[in-house]
């Protein structure tokens, strides 16, 4: 069974770090790219950062670069998400993503298999 589990969301203050993780199953993994997207209360589904199968390629949302970095470890089957100098407009849940291919994508169409999120609340 498709699966993703997302962890490492919590409460942090404004200036300070998280590290969110995703546990992937094999066959949500191998040779996908692989996604985050955040979702806000009243707001739509954005893209975060992305990363491609062999690690070499990634993209970034505009309001998360140079603060985010998106890692992934294909033996492991795990994807990271490192947040640095987290902003109270960074609170949303954050969603794990694999893609239908090796596409480091920035639309959520373009994403077979999602998790169930985990909250990251940052306070001012």
């Known amino acids: 069974q498709a699966q993703l589990v997302e962890s490492g969301g919590g409460l942090v203050q404004a200036g300070g770090s998280l590290r969110l993780s995703c546990a992937a199953s094999g066959r949500t993994f191998s040779r996908r790219a692989m996604g985050w997207f955040r979702q806000a209360p009243g707001r739509e589904r954005d893209f975060v950062a992305a990363?491609?199968?062999?690690?070499?390629?990634?993209d970034y949302a505009d309001s998360v670069k140079g603060r985010f970095t998106i890692s992934r470890d294909n033996a492991k089957n795990m994807v990271y998400l490192e947040m640095n100098s987290l902003k109270p407009e960074d609170t949303a849940v954050y969603y794990c993503?694999?893609?239908?291919?090796?596409?480091?994508?920035?639309?959520?169409?373009?994403?077979?298999?999602w998790g169930q999120g985990t909250q990251v609340t940052v306070s001012s």
């Open positions: 993503a694999a893609a239908y291919i090796d596409d480091a994508n920035t639309r959520p169409s373009q994403y077979a298999y």
């Open positions: 990363i491609n199968w062999g690690g070499g390629r990634t």
